[in-house]
C-alpha cells in the first residue's frame, strides 16, 4: 500500500494534477476566510462592472487633497479620454475635410490632439454629415479642449431645506488624494455578475459546490457500480445476466439523455444541488460496473480466492479481502472520472435550464448558464464566463492528469 | 460467416431491446414521479394565465394528448402507436404546429453538423495520438497534455471562447444561427455560402473537442500496439519500419471505432449544450426552447430522437467494426 | 571437412531499462555451430538466453544495443554492417527467428497470405505476388499446413497451428540459421510433437542448414538437438554434446541444473528451479569472480577472485570453473554415493 502510494507520486501526470486539483482546493478553504460573506449577495446595481479597484467617489473628494504637478497628467487624462472608437471617427473627420492624415498613427495622443486642434471648426458642416454625427464631433471638441484647459471643477451641496447649491470645495487638476485616505476602497478583481454579485467570490463558492457535486455523484455512481460489479462478476449466472442486461441497454442511452428527463420531472424547486448530483450518479454507474465485474470475473478463478473459497469463507469477507484490494486501483480510477464527468453534467444541465434551484448555492453551471442569458459573451464581460470555463477545464483536466498518471503506474505497458 | 452472423444477429437483438427500453424510459419517466404528469406540465405551463378556463382548456389538451383518464398500459399502446405513425404530439410553444415537424426541421441541422465533426476529429485525433505514439519526444511531451487539456474543455466553454474570439472580436464569423437572419432557406448560392459561415464555429468547437479525446486514446492505444510481440517478431523478419507502422497504427485505430461508438453519447450530449451558444437550429437549441418555455411534447420528442440516433450511430460502428477487425469475430467464437 | 555456418565471437550485448541503467544480458559470449546441426541453450529465466537469441540476429532497437563481438554466417561478417542491410539481406534469409510467444507474433488484423507477401517483399520488391503464393502454398504444404491457412487470420488459428504457421514463415525464405526461441513451451504435449517434427523435417529437406533451440524443458533439449550450451548469468557455462550434458555435466550449475530434471520424483516438475537454492545475481551489476559462486556448493574463496574463462577438457567439451575436471567429478562421485 505505501509501496503503490510511493509510486503513484512518483509518476509526473499524477503530481501536476494532483497539485493543481490541491491548489483549486486550498483556493476555495482560504480566500473566504479572507474575503468573507454571502457570494450571491447583489453588492451593485446594475450588471457587469469591469474587473478592477472601485474607489468611492464621495470620499475621495472629502478626504484631504495634496497637490502634484506631473509632466504627463494631461496627456494621460486624453489618452484615457479617447477610446479607440473616438480615435477612428477622429481620422475619419480629417480625411473627410481634407486633412492629410498620412503617417499618423491613432494611438499617438499627443499629435492626434495637435491635429485637431490645428483643423477642427464647428462651423464646418461636411457633405453628408448627419446631424447626430455632428453634434458627437462637437462633444469631443468640448472634451478636448475641457481636459487640456486649466479649468476647476466645483463639488456643490444642495441645501435640503431651500433646495439651493452652494460650493463646497474645488478641484483641480493637480489635486491628489492618496487612496490609504480614502474610506471605501474595493477591489473586484473579477468585477460582477449580472446581478451586481461579486464575480470572483461567487466564482469561489460555486467552485466549491459543483466539486461537491462532482464527488457526491462519483460517490454514487462508484459505490453503485462497485456493488453491481461485484455481485454480477462473483455470483454470475442470473444475477450476472440480470445486471448485464440492464447494464448493456444503458450502456448505449445516452445518460445526457436520462438527465434530462429526469431533472425535467424534478419541479424547480425541489431541485437542490443535492437533488441534481444524486441523479447525475444514479445515470452514470454503468462503466464502473462494466470494469469491475470484468476485473472480478478475471480475479474468481485465482487461487487465491478459490482457497479462500475452500477455507469457508464467508462471501464479505472473500470480497473484501480477497477481490477489493485487487480491484482498489481501477475504482479510484473510475471514481477520479465519475467527479469530472459530474462537474461536466452539472454544469451542461444548467446550462439547459435543467441545473439546480438558482437562490441556495452558485454552482459553476448556475454561473455559465446566468451569463449567457445576459448575454455576457456578447457584450465583452468576459469575467462573467471565461474564469468559469477555465476552472471547468482545469478541474476536469487535473483529474484526468491524475486519472492518466494512475493509468500508467497501474498498466506497465503504457509507461513511457 | 458463421461468426459474423452471430455477431450481427446479437448486435440488431440488442438494438431492438435498446430501442424499446429507449421507448419505455421516454414513456414512463414523466409519469413515474409523484402527482399528475398532467397537472405538473400545465402548472408550468400556465404560470402567469389567471384564466380559470385557459387553464382547464390547457388541461384538458394534454389530458387527452397523454390520455392520463386510462390505464398505463392502454396510455403506452396509444404512445407507441401515435409514434409508428409520425405524431408526437403538438408542441405548445409554437401552437400548433405538430412536434414532429418542428424535430424534422431541426434534425437536417444536427446531423449534418455533428456527423461531420465527430468523424473528422475522430480522424485527425487518431492521427495526433498516433504521431505522438510514434515520435514521443518533444512532440508527445507539449501534444499530450495539451490534447489532455483540450478533451477537458467543456464543448460549451469552447463553443463560447471560439464565439468571443472570431465573431465578437474578429467578426470574421457570424454571431448566431445557422444561416442569414434576413434569409429564407432555398438552394441559392448565397444561401449556401451563408450556411457554410455560420457552420464554421460550431463545427470547429466541436472537432477541436473530440481531436483531444480522440489522440489521447489513440497514443496509449498506440503505445500498447507498439509494444505488441508481432512487432518485434515482424522486424526479425526483416520487413520495413515503415511497414510495421502501417500495422501497428491500423490495429491501434480499429478499436477506436468502439471507443468512438461509447464515447458518442457523451460526445453528442456536450455538442447538443455547445448548438445553444450558437443559437444553431438544430436539436440541442429546439430542446433548450422546449425546456425555457416548458413544453413537454418538445422536450419528449427531441430526446427520444437524440436518443435513437445515438442508437442507431453505435449500431452502425458495431456492424462496420465487425466487419473491419478480424478480431472481433475470434471473440465471437469464445 | 565441416563448414562453420555460425560463428559469434565475444559477443557483447546490453538492455537499458527504464531507469536508465545497463544490463549486460548477454556478456562475451563465443559460440559456432557445424552446418546440418542444432544446438540446444538452457538455462533458467533470465538467464540472458532469450537474449542471446535476439543479439545473435545482429540487428539491434532498443532497448537492446550491440557493445563488441563478431557474429559469421557463412563466411559473412554481419556485426559490422548498417542496420537496414541487415535488415534486407541478412534477416529471414541468413538468419531466422521463431519468437518466444507465437501466440501473438503474428499481426492479428492481417491475412497469413499478405503477410507473407510483406515478408518476401521487404527483400525482394520486385518479387510477383502471384509466385510468391504459389511458392507459399507449395511450402506450407510440404510442411504439413494446409494452404487454406493462408487465407486465414491469425486469430482463426489455434496455438499449434500458430505456431506451426510462424516456423513455416520463418523459413520461407531457406535462412541458413533458424533461431527457435522457445518454439514449443506454450503447447500441448501433441502441439509440441508436431513442431519438434516441422523443424526436423526442415532441417532435412534442407530449408534451413543449422538450428539454436532455446528452451528451459531440458529432455525437450536431449530429443532434439546435437549439442547443449548451459547459460548462466549472460554467460555460457558449459558446452558439450547432448548426451555428455545430460549425462555427464562437469559445471556444479550444469550439474544442477540437469539433475532436478533427469530423475523427475513426483512434484519436482514444477519445482525444478527450487533445485538450485538462491537467485541469479543482479547483471546490472555482476560479482568479480564465479556467477555462480553464491549459490554454488562446492565454492572456494578462490572462486570470488577473478573472472574463470573458458577451458577445453575431452577434446571438445568447455566449461567454464575454477575447480577442475578431475576434482568435480571425483566430488560428484561422493556426493552420489
Redesign the interface.
Known sequence: MKNTIRQVFHSPKFVVGFCIFMAILLTLFIYPLLNPGNPLQMIGLGTFARPGTYVSVYDGVTSPFSTFKLPQADANRLDSLLTTEDRVNMVNWFSLNGVDVAGLDITDTQAMIALWKQHFDPAIRPQGMTKAMRNYYIRLNTSILGASSADALVVSETDEATGEASEKSKITKTDYVNVADVANVVTLPLGTDNFGRDTLKQLVAACGVSILIGLIAGAVATALGLLLGLLAGYLGGLVDDIIMFFT??F????????L???N????QDQRGAGTVALVIGLTSWVWTTRSVRSQVLSLRGRDHVNLSRLSGHSLPRIILTDILPYIASYVVMAFILQV??GI?AE??LS????GPKTTEVPTLGLM?NWA?LYSA??N?S?WA??P??LV???I??SL??MN?GL?QVFNP???? | MKGYRKYFGKKILWFVITFIAALLLNFILPRLMPGDPVSMIVSKQAQGLTEASAVKAIYDNYAREFGTNRPMTEQFVTYIGNLFRGDMGTSFSQYPRKVADIIGDAVGWTLGLQFPAIIIGWLLGNLLGALAAYIRKGFDKVLMPVSLFFSSVPAFGMAVVLLVIFSINLKIAPVSGGYGFDMIPNFSWNFIMSVLQHYQLPFWSIVIIAIGGQAVGMRSMSIYELNADYVKYARFLGIKDRKIVGYVFRNAMLPQVTGLALSLGTMIGGALVAEIIFSYPGLGTTMYQGIKMADYPLISGTTLIITVMVLVATFILDIVYGFIDPRVKAAQFE | MSNKILQVKGLTTKYVTRFHEDVYAVDHVSLEIEEGKSLGIAGESGCGKSTLALSLMGYYFPPLHYISGEIMVDGKNISGMKPDDVRKSVLGTEIAYIPQAAMNALNPTRRIRRFVEDVILAHDPKADKKQISEMAEARFAELGLPASVLDRHPVELSGGMKQRTVIAISTILKPKVLIADEPSSALDVTSQKMVIKMLRDLMEKGYIRAMIFITHELPLLYNVTDDIMVMYAGQIVERGTAKQMVFDPIHPYSRGLMHSIIVPEAGTRGHKLSAIPGTPPNLKNPPQGCRFADRCQYVVPQCRVSPIPMITFDGTRTYRCGHSVAHLREVYSHDDA
Open positions: 448493456n441497454i450502456t448505449v442511452i445516452p445518460s445526457f439523455v436520462l434530462i428527463l429526469i425535467y420531472s424534478i419541479s469530472s464527468s461536466l454544469a451542461q446550462l439547459l435550464g435543467l455559465m449567457m459573451h456578447l465583452g468576459w464566463y471565461f468559469v470555463i471547468i477545464a482545469l476536469s483536466f484526468n492528469l492518466t493509468d505497458t503504457l509507461r513511457d
